[in-house]
Structure formats: C-alpha cells, structure tokens
C-alpha cells in the first residue's frame, strides 16, 4: 500500500520569506504522479502543483516549486515570497495512474500560516 | 467554464436517516471521485467514477454508495447514518481515465446528530 507523510502539522512563515514543507511517500511502483494541493478557509482543494515521477526536472509553478528526490522518496514543496493569501492547508498527494482507475492518496497535511 | 458544484454546502441530519450528495462535474468531465476528510482520519478516497462505471472504491462500509449518470453528474449515498459520518465530503473531477488533474468542488459539509 501506498503511503504518504507530512511530518510538519503546522508551520508560519513571514510574508516575503521562503518557507519549505516537507513530504515522502512510499511506493513500491515505478510510473507515479505527486501532487501539492491547497485547501483554504473555503475548503476547496486547490492543485498547486503536479510532478510526474519519470520526469527528473523539478517542477516549478511561479512562486512554488518542488525538489523531487524520486530515490529518497522525498517531495518537498517550496513557496517563495510568501503572501498572506498562501495561508492554508497544504496536503502532499500521491496517485499511480493504472489506465483503468486511480485515486488520490493524501498526507495528513501541513497548516500553514503567514504572518505580517 | 463552471467549476465543480457540490450541493448541499452543507447538511444535518439525524442518526439513522440516510443522505444524498451531489456533484456536478466541470462540463466535458467524465470522472467524478469522491473523498471524505476529518480530523482524525483526514481524506480518504471512497469511490471513483468513470462513464457511469464505478472503477474503483476504497475501504468504507456497505452503507456508502454512490452513482454516476450519462452526464456525469454523481451522486453519493450514505444510509443509516452514524455519529462518525460527520465529515466534510469532497467531490473531484477530471478528464479521462486517469486523474492526473483533479478538479474539487467546496465540498458539502455533512453533520449527524
């Protein structure tokens, strides 16, 4: 079974600063998808950024970016210039695309909170 | 282009009874997935839709069904309600087969009294 762990419940940033959340995962497959998603106060979950485990590039979405060590399992997003419309839950999500079904399976996240 | 709608926002309901959501998928959209988040165990995947298929479905009770019809539209039922269905209910949608960019609605925030 796939499993994915955020080990950082909460953390604060301050705005402008750079703040990185931790993620690994455990898989035994080899053709894999991660994910960073965003939930705010409004609870609509948000993809903020997507990885594709055959791809060695790190992915990178204006401010956020990801340092995928696919050998270590790891998948650390980080988010730089950090604005008050950042805070939120962030989860790490990991999905193995069979062709005939997937699903999402989530860390318990990270609360995020930035600060003046 | 419409994103995700779930309806109701939210919800009350008795122990016992029994409940409908519905999630209306973004328009051209064929997969419909749905999660349960709470705090203890936080989001897990109940069943995912494809073209009026159920492809696959995660480890909860009988009690949790759900459905797709020809335009996509899902609804999911949860019979005999319990204290511990409280939970935010969370519909996604995507493309094809392969949910390489979900899409999630609001949710709809279910309590049981």
């Known amino acids: 079974a796939q499993t994915v762990t955020q080990s950082q419940p909460e953390m604060s940033v301050q705005e402008a600063e750079t703040v990185t959340l931790s993620c690994t995962y455990d898989t035994s497959e080899n053709n894999y998808y991660l994910f960073w998603y965003k939930q705010p106060p409004s609870r609509q979950m948000i993809l903020v950024i997507r990885q594709e485990a055959y791809k060695q590039q790190n992915a990178t979405e204006n401010r956020f970016s990801v340092n995928f060590q696919k050998a270590a399992k790891s998948f650390s997003l980080k988010i730089s210039d950090s604005q008050l419309g950042d805070t939120a839950m962030y989860f790490c999500a990991f999905m193995i695309p069979t062709g005939t079904a997937s699903k999402l399976t989530f860390g318990t996240g990270t609360r995020l909170q930035v600060t003046l | 282009k419409a994103g995700v709608t779930q309806t109701p926002r939210y919800l009350i309901k008795t122990r016992g009874q029994q409940v409908t959501l519905s999630c209306s998928p973004i328009s051209g959209h064929r997969s419909v997935s749905w999660y349960q988040q709470t705090p203890g165990q936080g989001l897990q995947f109940l069943f995912e839709?494809?073209?009026?298929?159920?492809?696959n479905k995660g480890n909860f009770p009988g009690r949790f069904s759900g459905r797709q019809f020809s335009n996509s539209r899902s609804e999911m039922n949860v019979s005999t309600l319990e204290l511990g269905d409280s939970a935010l209910y969370l519909c996604?949608?995507?493309?094809?087969?392969?949910?390489?960019?979900?899409?999630f609605g609001q949710g709809t925030r279910l309590t049981v009294v």
């Open positions: 839709y494809f073209s009026e298929t159920q492809r």
């Open positions: 996604a949608s995507s493309y094809g087969r392969v949910n390489t960019e979900a899409f």
